[in-house]
């Protein structure tokens, strides 16, 4: 077949042109830069941002959620109101919600319970943040048990992607998003911040 963007011949089925870089399957672009993800690459990334890239993860699942449910949900507002108590609570719920009626609309069922993963997030990061002045190392420990629960929910999702026969394993190796080195930077920066304006308060 040709790329409809440069013409070029390129392979049967193919989901990226190989020669300007374009999708040719419009929600190719949504599934490779977000939601096929292992468990270690969310660690990974995790560590990498001090923790930023939870609010990333959060932020693409609302916009793939609205690519696939043809809704207008405001994805950056929906993220921003995970700083805000009991409204974070709601907005988690929401998400997890949906993603579980994907699943099971796709039928598979799903690794997690709404219940449980929020209980156990809210649970966790309070905790973390109980523990940190007092004890930084089991602040960090729970720290990852509040992340625990969402790697769940993604292996939920990895399944939904895998069964999405059009992509196959390669779409575990895709290369380090734009956003990921965003939340990585920005991660990085605010703890900087964070640091800086906790010492000059001292
Ligand atoms: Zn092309």
Not at 13 to 35: D, H, M, R, S
Not at 119 to 130: A, H, Q
Not at 142 to 153: G, I, W
Request: aromatic letters at 16%; hydrophobic letters at 50%; charged letters at 15%.
């Amino acid at each position: 077949m040709k790329c409809p963007y440069c013409l070029k011949e390129v392979p049967e089925n193919a989901v990226k042109c190989a020669y300007c870089g374009e999708w040719l399957i419009p929600e190719a672009k949504y599934i490779f830069q977000f939601t096929p993800r292992s468990a270690t690459r969310i660690i990974l990334l995790w560590i990498l941002s001090c923790g930023f890239y939870l609010f990333y993860w959060f932020y693409w699942n609302w916009k793939w959620i609205n690519f696939y449910k043809k809704t207008n949900l405001n994805a950056l507002f929906r993220t921003l109101g995970l700083l805000i108590p009991i409204l974070n609570i709601c907005l988690m719920a929401g998400q997890l919600g949906r993603i579980r009626k994907f699943a099971k609309d796709a039928g598979i069922e799903p690794t997690f319970t709404v219940g449980w993963t929020v209980l156990g997030i809210i649970v966790f990061s309070n905790l973390c943040y109980l523990f940190l002045p007092i004890h930084p190392a089991i602040s960090g420990v729970c720290a990852f048990l509040a992340l625990y629960p969402l790697l769940d929910v993604q292996s939920t999702l990895n399944m939904l992607w895998e069964k999405n026969k059009r992509f196959g394993k390669e779409m575990f190796q895709s290369p380090i998003t734009m956003g990921e080195i965003l939340s990585i930077i920005i991660g990085i920066f605010s703890v900087i911040i964070v640091v800086s304006i906790a010492g000059s308060i001292k």
